[in-house]
Every structure is written in structure tokens, then in C-alpha cells.
């Protein structure tokens, strides 16, 4: 089996800073820009992020379904699957996501309302095309388990590199155009969207498809409906994946007003939790290929979970100050991101197991069904933040929050990464059945049925 180039994953860890940089300006800093720039309602805000998931239900398996029909439509079995759909979408991503940051004074309120709903979900039909496509690209580069693994983190250290760039940016912005914030956002969201489309051209240049499968006639979709339905290592990775980052968006979402309540320098601190994420997700790198390879991803998860908890359930009666925050953030993240980290590489099990149990590889698919898990997150996240801060009283124009407000934004801070920890222990404790000789079983079977990139029929 051909092995991977420090090139191929490096180039592949760029794709997710493209992507991760547009997402995480709409996951940490777009309710605030709409609450406190344009003065929609939290609770509005929150209704959109949940009826915007709606659409995704049927355009993230539209967009898997996109790639494989292409592919099946040229005959080609030299030709790309998913590269040349992160090229051009890398364009209409960056476009999208500007947009989202102009909202015209000149319209009314509702007007505003409305402008707001064209430009996120239109911004969201844009990132599927280039995410489903990106991360559907780990399965055909590679089938090896390790690799997969490795290729799983570089992503992750990519989504963090992205992140962090944008808890540098957007103060920076934010204090440069400390009279009109909104002209902030935007040129934060200008500047990080062209290096966007930069990081995606990186990637798409660095990385080859090695695992090309022959051309087949696509699945009917009540056949490909049935598969999902019983692959359960994808219903697991799907409601664990739902947990994890329903507690992750919605902690970053609510992070920048518990901040603003509790510490007088927000920016600083947020700045500073960026330069923690990209370190803990150093050492992750370093140590993950090790710690894989003897305890396995399953159990690294449940560890993981068990160690979250703890922590945030020390850190909801004991932080206070900013030191203890990030103290807390510090020894937090090296555990939740860990679990985000190797996640990745369970969604190449799934696409083995289908084609196991299927005959039927359908990686874009099947990732977009693991993506569309992910945004009702993004979703759940966003309603959640929106309509909590709505709830415990946040007043954007009061300089300081009430008491009941701030105690609101601590619980909610520290007890939703803890539940969602507790659920996915359980998750992988009960519903997860590969086993590494389950995987290699299965691994060398799909090998076996494919012999020159024939797929079995």
C-alpha cells in the first residue's frame, strides 16, 4: 500500500485552514456581529442557524451525491472524484462569507432579516460543496489505518491553525475600526477569505486520489437511504460527532459574551485562547501516531470524554479569574481536541464498512451524511447560544451584565461540554463495533474485490 508524503499531508492540512477560517468566523463571531452590529434578536439568530440546517438536511446528501455523479457521468477512471470541486468552490466560499458581513443600512428590518437568511445559507450551500468534498478526500487518498489517522490530526491542526488566525484577526480588526465594528468584521472576513482561497489551492496541488474506484452506474437512492440506515459505525461516529461539536460551536459561540461579562481585557484572553488551541493541538500531532496504535481510537475517545468531564465540572464551581480560565482552557482542550482530532479517520471506517457490507465504496455520500451531523451541531449550537443568552437576560447595550446573566453564561460555558461528554462515552461504549481486526478484515477484503480500481459490482 502506498504510504503518504509529509507534501500530501501537509497540503492536506492547508484544505481544512481554508475551510475552518470561513467556518469559524460564522460559528464564534457571527452572532455577535448580527446581535450587537446589527441588532437582530439573539432568539431570531438562533432561528435562522436552526432552519438553515433544515435546507442542509437536503443539500449536504444533494452535494455527496454531486460527486459521485460526475464521476460516474465521466467514465474515467483516472479522472479526480472530490479535488476539483475544493478548487472552485474555494471561490464561491470566500464570496459567500463576505457577503455575510454586509448587511445594507439603507433596508428595513425586515429587510434585514431576510438579507441575513439569503447570505448564511447560501454561505452554507457554498462550504458543504467545498467541506463534503474536502474531507471525502481522505478515503481516496489512502486505505491504511495509520495513515488515515495521521491524515485525521494534520486536518485537525489545520482546523486549529485556521481558528486561531481568526481569534488574531478579528481583534486586530475589531481594534482598528473600534468607531464602526462592523467595517472590522468585514475586512477581517475580506482578508481571511482571499488566504482562504490560497490554503485551498495549496492543498488541492499537494494532494493526489490514489484509491479511484471503476465508474459505476450510481445507487438508486432508496438503496443508498438503506445502506446508510444500517451502517451503524456511521449512525455512532454521526451522534457522537452531534455531541462533541454541538458542546464545542456552542461553547465558541457563547465564549466572546461570557468573556466581555467576567474580564476586562476580552480580546486579549480570547487571543490567548487561540495560541492554547494551537499548542495543545502541537502535541496532539506528536503524540497521536503512539497512542493510537496501542490503545486505539475507541478507547482514546471514551479516556478523553471521562477526563472532559471531570475537568469542566471542576472548572463550573472553582474558575473565577482569568488565569484560572486559562489554566482550565488549557488542560481542557488537550482532551477535547483530541477526541475532535482522531474523529476524522472513524468516517473512513464507515466508507470501509459500507463497501464491506455493500460492495458499494459512496464516500461522498457517506461523508455527507457524517457532515450533515455536524451542522445540525453547528445548528443546535447556535440556537442554543442564541436563545440561552436570550434567556439568562444578555442586554448588549448594558456595559455590565446583571449577576443572574453572568452566572447564566458560566453554567452554560462549563455544563454543555460536560453532558456532551457523558453521551459520548456512552456512544462509544454501546454502539461502536470495529474493532482494528474488524477494520483490517475488512480493509483487505475491499482490497481484494478491487484489482486495478475495479469496484466490486
Known sequence: MKMLTLRNKVGYMFGDIGNNMSFAMSSTFLLAFYVDVIGISAAAVGTLFLLARVWDGINDPMM????????????????????????????????????MFIVPESLSEGQKLAWVYLTYITWGMCYTICNISYGSLASSMTQD???????????????????????????????????????????AMVALGLFGITCHMIAVFSTKENIKPEPAPMTPLTQQLKSLASNRPLIAVSLAGLCCLTALYGVGATLIFWIKSNMDNALEILAYTGIIDLGAMIV??????????????????????????????????????????????????????????IMWCLVSDCIEYNQYKSGKREAGVIYASYSLSRKVAGALAGALAGVGIGVIGYDPSLATQTI??????????????????????????????????????????????????????
Open 64 to 99: 455527496g451525491t454531486l460527486a459521485e455523479f460526475r464521476y460516474a457521468k465521466l467514465n474515467n477512471p483516472t479522472a479526480d472524484k472530490f479535488r476539483p470541486f475544493i478548487k472552485w468552490g474555494s471561490f464561491t466560499l470566500a464570496a459567500s462569507a463576505i457577503l
Open 145 to 187: 489505518a495509520a495513515e488515515q489517522a495521521s491524515l485525521s490530526t494534520f486536518r485537525t491542526l489545520g482546523a486549529i491553525v485556521g481558528s486561531t488566525m481568526v481569534k488574531f484577526v478579528v481583534p486586530i480588526m475589531l481594534t482598528l475600526f473600534a468607531d464602526d465594528i462592523g467595517k472590522g468584521y468585514l475586512f
Open 284 to 341: 496532539i500531532l506528536l503524540v497521536t501516531p503512539k497512542l493510537t496504535a496501542r490503545f486505539g481510537v475507541r478507547n482514546i475517545i471514551m479516556l478523553c470524554s471521562l477526563m472532559t468531564l471531570i475537568l469542566c465540572t471542576v472548572g463550573y464551581f472553582f474558575v473565577e479569574t482569568p488565569m484560572q480560565y486559562l489554566a482550565f482552557y488549557t488542560s481542557e482542550k488537550l482532551f477535547s481536541m483530541f477526541t475532535v482530532a
Open 404 to 457: 443572574e446573566t453572568q452566572n447564566g453564561l458560566h453554567a452554560m460555558i462549563f455544563l454543555l461540554p460536560a453532558v456532551a461528554s457523558i453521551a459520548m462515552f456512552l456512544i462509544f461504549k454501546f454502539m461502536w463495533n470495529i474493532t482494528p481486526e474488524k477494520r483490517e478484515k475488512m480493509v483487505l477484503h475491499n482490497q481484494a474485490m478491487m484489482k486495478l480500481g475495479a469496484e466490486v459490482k
